[in-house]
């Protein structure tokens, strides 16, 4: 204990300090550093699914496939699906299920829904998952921060 309090009263009388350098009155660093003005900035672009899907009513409504049209599809898989680039319009899936660009459709098993899309190809492995437009997923009526299982089919 008297080494313990030998020590601090050398530490103390010295100047010294083992938190830090000793600073004097004059010094810059006793001086408050100006702080950073901080903006608070709104957000000035959408901020709903709705406001960053630009496509028409006639364009999803054209999209929705029946049963019917899309009987002479062939089925190319199932895959999970996440959301693509929200701000890449269109109806569309990039996929590792083709090797180039097609037309197709995707249903949700989930909602039973078919949308009519373009089939881009996406250098992954097969079990990699596909991304889906937003426009596409909306129509599907699946989360769109879910990963829902979807069935791709081409034309």
């Known amino acids: 204990m008297k080494k313990y309090v030998l020590m601090m009263a050398c530490i103390g009388a010295t100047g010294c300090s083992v ?7 004059n010094s810059e660093a006793t001086r408050p550093s100006p702080r950073p ?4 900035v709104e957000p000035s672009g959408p901020a709903t699914a709705e406001a960053f899907d630009t496509t028409t009513t ?9 049963e019917t049209e899309a009987q002479g599809a062939v089925s190319l898989g199932q895959t999970i699906a996440s959301l693509g680039d929200p701000t890449d319009q269109g109806f569309w899936v990039k ?6 660009e ?13 949308v009519e899309v373009t089939l881009i190809p996406l250098e992954q492995d097969v079990g990699a998952g596909s991304q889906v437009s937003l426009a596409a997923m ?12 979807i069935e791709v089919f081409q034309n």
């Open 102 to 114: 097609t037309s197709g459709y995707i249903r949700s098993d989930e909602t039973g829904e078919t």
């Open 138 to 149: 909306r129509l599907l009526g699946v989360s769109l921060t879910g990963l829902p299982v």
């Open 95 to 100: 996929t590792p299920l083709v090797q180039s």
């Open 37 to 40: 003005e901080i903006a608070i």
């Open 19 to 25: 938190f830090g350098p000793r600073v004097t009155e």
């Open 58 to 66: 006639e364009e999803r409504t054209a999209a929705v496939v029946t």
